[in-house]
Nanobody, 121 residues
Framework: QVQLAESGGGLVQAGGSLRLSCAAS????????MGWYRQRPGKQRELVAI???????NYADSVKGRFTISRDNAKKTVSLQMNSLKPEDTGVYLC???????????????WGQGTQVTVSS
């Protein structure tokens, strides 16, 4: 089994900061891309940021310059530093990882349960 566990959500005033973390555990051979998505009220799930094993990170236009994604491959974690938060950033933030469980198997996308981020005006 593979599990992704998020932490770090909460309530913050507009202009404030939060740091989300996600830890992968279980039977893991290799973690490929890791990312953060969010589900805002009344909207479809959207990509916030993604970080491959190597190469360039990618951000949604709405968070560029405010959010920073990073990962620690040794600890199997991915983090999202969120600064200058706005009320429209409110939503459930979900961690995602593309994981291979053995050297010979293909990869599969896994999701965390999500953590609530609420930004008050």
């Amino acid at each position: 089994q593979v599990q992704l566990a998020e932490s770090g959500g909460g309530l913050v005033q507009a202009g404030g900061s939060l740091r989300l973390s996600c830890a992968a555990s279980g039977s893991i051979f290799r973690i490929n891309a890791m990312g953060w998505y969010r589900q805002r009220p009344g909207k479809q799930r959207e990509l916030v940021a993604i970080i491959p094993t190597g190469g360039t990170t990618n951000y949604a236009d709405s968070v560029k310059g405010r959010f920073t994604i990073s990962r620690d491959n040794a600890k199997k974690t991915v983090s999202l530093q969120m600064n200058s938060l706005k009320p429209e950033d409110t939503g459930v933030y979900l961690c995602s990882a593309d994981i291979s469980r053995t050297w010979s198997s293909g990869s599969q996308n896994y999701w965390g349960q999500g953590t609530q981020v609420t930004v008050s005006s």
